[in-house]
C-alpha cells in the first residue's frame, strides 16, 4: 500500500561539440551546421538512439523545472519518504541475500539523499535536474540509460555519498578518455556509470567490452543514422497522440532479428559474455514474420502531462483484423466510462463472441501450426485457452450477461459494518435469461416480476445485511439494473438509459478523493492486522492530493490501448 516516492530524474545532455572549422568542399553549409545544432538542443538525446534500435523511450521537450517541482511536491504524502526508509531498514536484518542486502542499502541511501528536499534549490544542490531530458534505448539488445544532470560535481559528490552509505565500492577506469566507474566486479557482465558533459550514463557490459564498444555506450562515436534523423520519435507522438514529454517503443520484430541475427556490436558482445548462440530461427523465419506483422510491438508515451493532470498510456500495436476482432468482444454497458460517483469499476464483454473468437484461432492454429521447435507451445496454447472459456460457468452466463458496471456513491461504517450506496447495471442481450440465471443465487429477484420497461421493483431477502440501504431493481430491453439506497423509480429508470460510452472500452475504473477519504474512515473503523495507522494516513493524504484516478483497457485503430490518468486537486 505504501507509496514508492522517487525523484525521477529523468533526464538528457546539455548540448554537443562544434563542427570542425577546416576549409572542405564537403564541409556543412552554415545554414545546414545551425539547423543541426537546433535540432541537438531541442532533444539532445536522440542523436545518439540508432535509427534501427529495437527499442527506445526519450524525451523530445520539458516542461520548465518549477513546473515538474510543484507537481512532484503536490503528489508526495507528508512524511511518506521517511516512513518508507525507516520499513526498509527494518527489513535490513531479514536479508540474507548478499546482492538483495546491497541493492536494499544502495535504495536506502538514495532515500537518505532525498530527505530535507524542499524547494528546487535543493534539488539543484543534489545536481539534480527536475523533468529533464532522458533516454533509455538499445544498442542492439544492449541497454543504455542516460540523464541530463543540472551540476556534474555536484551530483558526483552526491553519488560518492550514496556509494559509500551503500558500502559499495566502485573501480574506476578509462577509455576514450573517459573515466567511468565499475558497479559491479564479478560476472561476465558489470553494471558501468559515467559523468560525462553534464550527464549520468548507466549501462550493462561485458567484463571484457571492447574499447570500440565502449565509445559507442558513451557517446564518443555516434550512430550513422539517428531517430533524430529519421524523427521517428515524433512520428510515434503523432500516431498515437503522445506528447513530446516521453514517448516509444519496442519493435518486436527487431528485437526478435537482432536476436537471431545479431547486426550490432553490442548484442554480440553480451551474447558472448553470457555464452548465449544467437536463436536458430533459420527455419522458424515465416513464423517469426507471422507473430511480428500481427503484433508489431508496444507504444508507450503520455497524452497528457501537466499541473493539473497526467495520462500515461501503453499500446499493444497489432493488425487490423485483431482489431476489428477485438471490437466485436465490446458491449454497450450503461454508466461503463462514466466517472459519475466516487468510484466504478466496469467490465464489457461479449463471451459468447469470445467463445468463438477463441475457437477461430484455435482452428486457424490446428490448420496452420508454428512449424519450429521453439513455438510449438503456441500451438498448444490455443487448445487449453479454448477448453477454458467453454466451461459450465461460462456456458450459463455468457449468454445473458455481456457487461456490469459497479459504482460507488456512498461508503460509511452504520452499526459496526461498512455500508455502501451505489448502482450496479448488468447488461444483457435477453435480460429475462440473466434473470432467470441471477435468481439462482438470490431467488427472491426472480420472484419479483420484472420485466424490460416495467415498474422500479423492491428486493427483500433474508440474504441481506440488516442495515444494509433498501434494495431495488429495475429492467430495461437490454440491461438489469439495482440501486442500493436508491428507491426513486425514476432515478433508477434513468439509470437503465444512462449513457453509453463511444470509446469501444473493455474495462473502465475510477476512484475519487472523496473515496478515498471513505475508505480511511472506514478501515479506523475495522479491526484488522493487516493495516496500521500509517497506511490509514496514506489513504486520507490520497483524498487530499488526488481529485480522480481513472484507468481503462479499450481497443483503437493502433490495438489494444491500456491507460492511467491522474487529476489533482
Known sequence: MKTKLSLAVSLALLSTGLLSACSDDNEPTEAATQEEAAKNNVAPMLKYIPADSPYFMATREVLPEQDIFDIFQRTQPNNSLETDLDELRSTLPEIDDEVQRSMMTLLIAMGEELVGVETLEDVHALGLKMGPQGAIYGLGILPVLRFELHDEDAFRDTLERILAKAEINPSKATTNGNDYWVLTQEGPIKAILAIIDQQLLMSVVPQDASDE??????????????????????EIEQRHGFTPYGAGQIDSSRVLNELSTPTHTGTQALMDAVDLAPLDLSSCQADIDRITSRFPGLAMGAREYS?????????????????????????????????????????????????????????????????????????????????????????MIGPSLSGFNARIDSLAMKNGDPIATGILALASQNPMSLLSTASAFLPELGALGLEPGGETKKIKSMLLPPDMPALYAAMSDSAIVLGAGISDSASLQDELEAPIS??????????TGEFYHSLADVMEQVETEDLTQSDIEMFKQYGDIYESMEYWLEVDDAGVEMSFSLELK
Not at 565502449?214 to 520519435?233: C, E, H, K, V
Open 213 to 234: 564498444l565502449l565509445a559507442q555506450i558513451l557517446g564518443n562515436s555516434l550512430p550513422d543514422s539517428s531517430i533524430g534523423d529519421t524523427g521517428a520519435l515524433a
Open 307 to 395: 499541473l493539473d493532470r497526467m495520462e500515461m498510456n501503453l499500446i499493444l500495436e497489432t493488425d487490423e483484423d485483431i482489431v476489428s476482432d477485438l471490437r466485436a468482444l465490446t458491449t454497450q454497458v450503461p454508466g461503463l466510462g462514466s466517472t459519475e460517483g466516487m468510484a466504478s469499476f466496469g467490465l464489457g464483454l461479449d463471451l459468447p463472441i469470445l467463445t468463438q473468437t477463441i475457437q477461430k484461432y484455435a482452428r486457424e492454429m490446428r490448420e496452420n501450426p508454428f512449424s519450429c521447435d521453439e513455438l510449438q507451445e503456441l500451438n498448444s496454447a490455443w487448445n487449453e485457452i479454448n477448453m477454458a472459456v467453454n466451461n459450465p460457468i461460462t456456458q
Open 502 to 511: 463511444e470509446r469501444d472500452l473493455l474495462l473502465h475504473g475510477h476512484m
